[in-house]
């Protein structure tokens, strides 16, 4: 916008910086001088700051967020969805990704399928097959998950491919489960992502964070997502 010359509010580029969580003047130089201008002319020395960060991040969903989020019917549902805008977000490239949510979630075999040249600190690199899960007894539901996927791969091949467990809800022993699946052999290595691991997933994809706050019943201040924005105009 500011490089094709467009023409913004001063309040509109409050907003997306805010959402950013991003100085205004960074984002938009002229708009932040301008300002800056017209207060030094009535004698002030006010600046235009964005709103604090700590401030949005108050209305924005987190690791609590999700483990009380997993109580609800529609987690189930969305569970994949989320996942699946956390990973098109945080990805240059995809090769494959293959993530059934709400009514698709009925459907028979993995939960969701990517393959990737490059992952990051969420997404392992290669082929990786996904299960997840809200129940309350999380342990129960990943071995019920993986000793599935130990007896019937399906399209993946273990050897080759890294196996993820994936709940909302806050997993103190996920490591050493991890670790233990690891020792077992049979994948390639074996991952576990929880509340907190979503929560911090979700700092860095502001768009999709202000989207899954706002589908919880959290308002953020001043923003809105795209989605959101045209169902209630």
């Known amino acids: 916008i500011e490089a094709g010359m467009q023409s913004v509010r001063h309040d509109l580029a409050l907003k997306i910086c805010a959402a950013l969580g991003t100085p205004i003047g960074k984002v938009f130089p002229r708009i932040d001088k301008a300002v800056r201008t017209i ?124 196996f993820v467990f994936v709940t909302p809800r806050r997993w103190k022993n996920k490591e050493e489960w991890a670790q233990a699946k690891r020792h077992e052999g049979v994948w390639k290595d074996v991952r576990v992502i929880d509340a907190d691991d979503l929560s911090a997933w979700l700092e860095i994809s502001p768009s999709v964070h202000i989207w899954f706050s706002i589908l919880i019943g959290k308002r953020p201040s001043s923003v809105n997502d795209l989605q959101n924005f045209w169902q209630t105009w």
């Open 39 to 162: 207060h030094s002319d009535k004698g002030t020395a006010s600046t235009a700051k964005v709103p604090a960060l700590r401030t949005m991040r108050a209305v924005l969903a987190d690791a609590t967020d999700l483990h009380d989020w997993a109580n609800r019917i529609d987690a189930f549902a969305l569970l994949p969805l989320l996942i699946r805008r956390l990973a098109l977000f945080s990805l240059q490239t995809v090769e494959k990704i293959n993530f059934r949510s709400e009514e698709g979630v009925r459907l028979s075999g993995w939960d969701g399928i990517l393959r990737v040249s490059q992952g990051n600190a969420f997404i392992p690199p290669g082929t990786s097959g996904w299960e997840m899960g809200t129940d309350k007894n999380v342990k129960g539901k990943a071995d019920y998950e993986y000793d599935n996927r130990v007896k019937d791969p399906l399209c993946l091949h273990p050897a080759n491919s890294t």
